[in-house]
């Protein structure tokens, strides 16, 4: 998946993630960047999924927020 911030973004939820059918509980979810310029942004902006339902996730940055212009790719697996 990827996102492309056009401004810079504060705090809080960059993006949320819709399974394509509910889970019985709420899953686990990793990611892992897809380049160099994504991890820089998840070490600096320390981004993490922080919000898991049993139909959505969240990838949210809990300090700083992403560079303006930045494309962030990652993959991710979800374990029930």
């Known amino acids: 998946m990827t996102v492309?911030?056009?401004t810079?973004?504060?705090t809080g939820v960059i993006m949320t993630v819709t399974f394509a059918k509910a889970y019985a509980t709420?899953?686990?979810v990793f990611i892992v960047p897809k380049k160099a310029a994504t991890a820089a942004e998840m070490?600096?902006?320390k981004?993490?999924?922080l919000s898991t339902t049993t139909t959505t996730f969240t990838i949210d940055s809990t300090t700083t927020g992403i560079t303006a212009a930045t494309a962030c790719s990652?993959?991710?697996?979800v374990i029930e």
């Open 26 to 28: 709420a899953p686990y």
């Open 8 to 10: 810079p973004i504060g």
């Open 4 to 6: 492309t911030i056009g």
């Open 74 to 77: 990652w993959d991710y697996w």
């Open 47 to 49: 981004i993490s999924v």
């Open 43 to 45: 070490v600096s902006s």
